[in-house]
């Protein structure tokens, strides 16, 4: 079942860049209320607390983590 899956979406037409992109901002369109804020507020405390040090530096000016 999944062979045939991947199987007919190789099978599929081409479509362009812009094609793709048009579809992408769509998509985009149609979920932007469903923006997750308690998941990307996560996700940028994962992030600071991985790179306190570094971050830290940066808005203290020093460039020592390049």
């Known amino acids: 079942m999944v062979s ?5 979406i190789k ?3 081409q479509i362009s ?6 579809a992408m901002q769509q998509l985009s369109m149609a979920h932007a209320t469903h923006f ?10 994962i992030y600071v607390t991985q790179y306190n040090n570094q971050v830290n ?3 203290n000016g020093n460039n020592k983590y390049r």
């Open 4 to 8: 045939r899956f991947y199987s007919d």
């Open 11 to 13: 099978n599929l037409p």
């Open 57 to 59: 530096s940066r808005l």
């Open 17 to 22: 860049d812009q094609e793709m992109n048009s």
């Open 36 to 45: 997750d804020h308690a998941a990307a507020l996560k996700e940028l405390y």
